[in-house]
């Protein structure tokens, strides 16, 4: 078998035209006018107002981490102020006659 070593050719060049010359009229650009307008743009402000908030939450944030052995104490003192005034109260208290309805009444104690 014969091999073919012609390269088919898939353009008709003859159908291309040639490039036309760039004129130095055509390379001016002209530039549209600009026009201004008024845009309400509240992004900004937005922004402004949650940096705002994010302050004044670590504000916060900071002022409870400072203060937390003061919270943490006076916690401690009210647990322990009630649990006097408790006992205090219980032993004011004349001792009861445990009445009818208490002795009927099954108590955990009792059982």
Not at 23 to 51: D, M, T
Not at 61 to 83: C, V
Request: charge should be positive; aromatic fraction near 6%; glycine fraction near 4%.
């Amino acid at each position: 078998m014969k091999l073919i070593k012609i390269k088919p050719r898939l353009v008709d060049h003859a159908l291309l035209h040639k490039p036309a010359p760039i004129q130095a009229k055509a390379l001016v650009i002209k530039r549209p006018k600009i026009v201004h307008e008024v845009s309400n743009n509240y992004s900004g402000l937005f922004n402004l107002i949650g940096f705002m908030i994010l302050c004044i939450a670590g504000l916060i944030m900071y002022n409870r981490w400072s203060d937390k052995e003061k919270i943490e104490t006076d916690k401690a003192h009210s647990i322990i102020g009630f649990n006097q005034y408790v006992k205090d109260s219980l032993s004011q208290m004349p001792a009861q006659q445990p009445t009818e309805t208490q002795k009927s009444e099954p108590d955990i104690n009792n059982l």
